[in-house]
């Protein structure tokens, strides 16, 4: 156990939750919590949902741009997951409903050179992803939480899920994917953090550990 993660079960907290039958599921040097800390750059965005798309492009046959009545018009999935911030916080048994970007992928022509995708979010936020992480069943482009449509600062109308992954790379606001042959680093991936992103293998950082307080969503807002 990390001595910052330590520090921060410690502190008791009434949002931080022990339960020895969700410890496997915990990666080192998270605090599982039961709020749900909001993290972003930037101001919340406002749309007019009347001209809001999600566009395609890079190496597909095709650039696609969709609205959002086309996406709901898509498959509806249901999905619950577990969610890891970097900041420490991991979040039990979540549930989103929202579109498999696997779904999305089967109406689009992907040319074969694709095989790393930036995931492109209002405002101007960028993260990316291997196209083969975004393959499995639990990726999903959500537009609900917990049964309800998403809240603003959790990033509606779309947000990205990707579960296996620390929470940056679900970008909030959710506006293009773009179809790369080479890989290039996002927001985060070019300050600091690391590339992959694996909360079980502990990648947070490419280098040195930031000088960002690892408990900064303690202080932050939650819903
Ligand atoms: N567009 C956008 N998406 C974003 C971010 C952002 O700054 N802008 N921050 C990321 C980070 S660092 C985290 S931890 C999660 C937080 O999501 P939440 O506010 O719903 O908890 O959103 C991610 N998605
Ligand atoms: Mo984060």
Not at 76 to 99: A, L
Not at 153 to 178: C, D, N, Q, T
Request: contains cysteine; glycine residues 6%; hydrophobic residues 35%.
């Amino acid at each position: 156990m990390h001595n910052k993660a330590e520090r921060i079960k410690n502190m008791k907290l009434p949002s931080v939750i022990t339960d020895p039958a969700l410890d496997h599921r915990l990666p080192p040097g998270q605090v599982w919590t039961e709020r749900f800390p909001i993290l972003h750059e930037g101001e919340v965005p406002q749309y007019d949902m009347a001209v809001w798309t999600l566009r395609v492009f890079g190496e597909v046959e095709e650039e696609r741009v969709f609205n959002y009545e086309e996406l709901l018009s898509l498959p509806q999935t249901k999905m619950k997951c577990d969610i890891h911030c970097v900041t420490r916080w991991s979040k039990p048994d979540t549930t989103w409903e929202g579109v498999l970007f696997r779904d999305v992928l089967s109406l689009l022509k992907v040319k074969p050179t694709a095989k790393h995708v930036m995931i492109h979010a209002d405002h101007d936020y960028e993260t990316n992803v291997p196209l083969e992480d975004l393959l499995g069943d639990q990726i999903m482009l959500a537009h609900s939480y917990d049964g309800k449509p998403l809240t603003p600062k959790h990033g509606w109308p779309l947000r990205l899920i990707v579960p296996h992954l620390y929470f940056w790379k679900s970008a909030k606001w959710i506006r293009g994917f773009e179809f790369m042959k080479e890989d290039r680093p996002g927001f985060w991936e070019s300050n600091g953090f690391h590339n992959v992103a694996e909360p079980f293998r502990e990648e947070r950082f490419s280098g040195e550990p930031l000088p960002l307080p690892e408990d900064e969503w303690v202080g932050k807002d939650f819903d």
